[in-house]
């Protein structure tokens, strides 16, 4: 997954979360040899402004292979060529 720095949208490259929480229950998702290159730009307000967030989960879908964001590997060489992969 990769996204170059778009302020004011670019977020997150994978996450895990139930939205609206009264949606049905969700659970073990599943992470595995992802990689990402993701800025976080979506408000310059947070301390995480600029800053790669490559997996986010807020624990909502229960535990996640994300959970602690190790399945999803930070690959600083990705760019924006990977469109043009498949």
Aim: aromatic share 14%; charged share 15%; hydrophobic share 30%.
């Amino acid at each position: 997954m990769y996204s170059k720095f778009i302020d004011g949208i670019s977020n997150v490259g994978f996450y895990s979360w139930k939205n609206p929480s009264e949606a049905p229950s969700c659970s073990h998702h599943t992470f595995e040899g992802n990689m990402a290159n993701y800025i976080y730009a979506q408000d310059p307000n947070q301390s995480n402004y600029g800053d790669q967030n490559h997996a986010w989960t807020d624990g909502s879908c229960g535990n996640t292979q994300i959970t602690d964001s190790s399945s999803v590997s930070i690959n600083l060489n990705m760019g924006p060529e990977i469109w043009d992969m498949w």
